[in-house]
């Protein structure tokens, strides 16, 4: 399979992922209430504290005008795609051209895009030894494991996100406290990074047919990204 071929599919599954979150965040908050009450029902989820559940989720199941503030939020703070992407493009290349990092590409053989919790908005570049081969991950899964352990070989500076992942902490803080059992405020950051996702891909992409990223020798390169000890997932392939 060609690299445009591949990258159209890894696109596919990143989109795909975006689509699966907005549409859990954009149901009626009854529906989701209702949904969890079954669940209890059938023994698929627990609850630490139990005492009175089953009739608070009766009630919220039963509160069909209930609103749902993430998808307000959501519709109030849609991200515009060219200037994310050309924000992200911008970000990209100043890490890629300090000439540490030029050197650290030019013997790597794949990187990883790594960020830490939704409000610190820096990431960092995790990059890996040329001489291991890397897998494409379409589906997110732990990867350290199927690495020999000195794959790893250095750490850059990675591309800024406070321009794409807006500010929700006073949402989550307010709707936390009336659906905390939904636990909705995590899905609305996962929507904005994984988001991010879709336009970092097209950032790099606009990067390489741009012949910008000449300085890396190895093909095929592997571009990962993940949340700080979490799953990853191929971004994009050189």
Not at 164 to 177: F, G, N, Q, S, T
Not at 213 to 235: G, N, Q, R, V, W
Request: charged letters at 25%.
């Amino acid at each position: 399979m060609s690299n445009a071929s591949l990258n159209g599919l890894i696109y596919e599954k990143l989109e795909e992922q975006v689509t699966a979150i907005q549409e859990q965040l954009t149901r009626p908050v009854f529906q989701q209430y209702a949904e969890l009450l079954k669940m209890h029902h059938e023994g698929q989820v627990m609850f630490s504290d139990s005492e009175g559940i089953e009739e608070l989720l009766i009630e919220k199941a039963n509160d069909i005008s209930a609103a749902n503030e993430y998808a307000a939020f959501m519709e109030s703070n849609i991200i515009d795609e060219a200037k994310a992407v050309s924000y992200l493009t911008s970000e990209l290349r100043s890490c890629f051209t300090v000439e540490a990092a030029i050197q650290q590409f030019s013997k790597s053989g794949a990187i990883s895009f790594s960020y830490d919790w939704y409000f610190h908005y820096d990431s960092g570049i995790n990059f890996f030894k040329e001489q291991f081969s890397y897998p494409i991950i379409l589906e997110p899964r732990y990867l350290n494991h199927e690495l020999p352990p000195d794959h790893y070989d250095g750490f850059g500076k990675g591309p800024d996100f406070s321009a794409v992942w807006p500010d929700c902490a006073e949402l989550i803080e307010k709707e936390e406290e009336d659906n905390d059992l939904l636990n909705l405020g995590s899905h609305l950051m996962m929507f904005y990074q994984y988001q991010s996702r879709l336009f970092l891909h097209k950032a790099i992409r606009e990067i390489d047919e741009a012949g910008e990223l000449s300085f890396i020798k190895k093909e095929p390169f592997i571009f990962y990204i993940a949340e700080h000890d979490c799953e990853e997932m191929t971004l994009y392939v050189k």
